[in-house]
């Protein structure tokens, strides 16, 4: 099974500060990792999928980039709004798995 | 409008079976590759079944502590899915969302409580 770790838990930062949370996988996946935004008893909203591609209606300040086992989300000017768990999810190999998600607070 | 309605759920004593539902709309569903995922209170998301589309062979994969209690499964002609949950155990307790990964649809998730 692929475990994938996430570089912090949790993370307080400022408005307007860039961010960014890496995601390790325990072995090579390609490209097949997304990243999700879920913000408090709402569902997750998909960010990036296969690690670069930009989704529709999200708002540019979030990248992507990463393969292999090595993986970043960039938040560029962070907003007030983006307070949330982040996660990724790999879907290069069963089982899926997610990694444990970072909680980023706004100061 | 493309979305995901989730029905089922609740209560149910350890050992007792819940049948969760997913009705979609506004997409192909006859062509997705539909997945269950779940968050159990205050924590991650956890991946749980996902079914290919019967047109990629219509085959199912589960997550390890489902494996053998849990049933995904789909009705095309009805545009739905459905996860059949057995054996239920305290740890299943989780808020179940479906969800078509690629493209970025979930369900808005159902509570199953497991407790005497």
């Known amino acids: 099974e692929v475990v994938l770790t996430q570089s912090l838990d949790f993370q307080s930062v400022t408005p307007k500060e860039k961010v960014t949370i890496t995601c390790r996988a325990s072995q090579s996946i390609g490209s097949s990792l997304h990243w999700f935004q879920q913000k408090p008893d709402q569902s997750p909203k998909l960010l990036i999928k296969y690690a670069s591609q930009s989704i529709s209606g999200v708002p540019s300040r979030f990248s992507g980039s990463g393969s292999g086992t090595d993986f970043t989300l960039t938040i560029n000017s962070l907003e007030a709004e983006d307070a949330a768990a982040y996660y990724c999810l790999q879907t290069g190999t069963l089982p899926f798995s997610f990694g444990q998600g970072t909680k980023l607070e706004i100061k | 409008e493309v979305q995901l309605v989730q029905s089922g759920g609740g209560l149910v004593q350890p050992g007792g079976s819940l049948r969760l539902s997913c009705a979609a709309s506004g997409f192909t569903f006859t062509t997705a590759w539909m997945n269950w995922v779940r968050q159990s209170p205050g924590k991650g998301l956890e991946w749980v079944a996902r079914?290919?589309?019967?047109?990629?062979?219509?085959?199912?994969d589960y997550a390890g502590p489902v494996k053998g209690r849990f049933t995904i499964s789909r009705d095309d002609s009805k545009n739905t899915l459905y996860l059949q949950m057995n054996s239920l155990k305290s740890e299943d307790t989780a808020v179940y969302y479906c969800?078509?990964?690629?493209?970025?649809?979930w369900g808005q998730g159902t509570l199953v409580t497991v407790s005497s």
């Open positions: 969800s078509e990964i690629g493209l970025g649809l």
């Open positions: 079914i290919k589309s019967k047109t990629d062979g219509g085959t199912t």
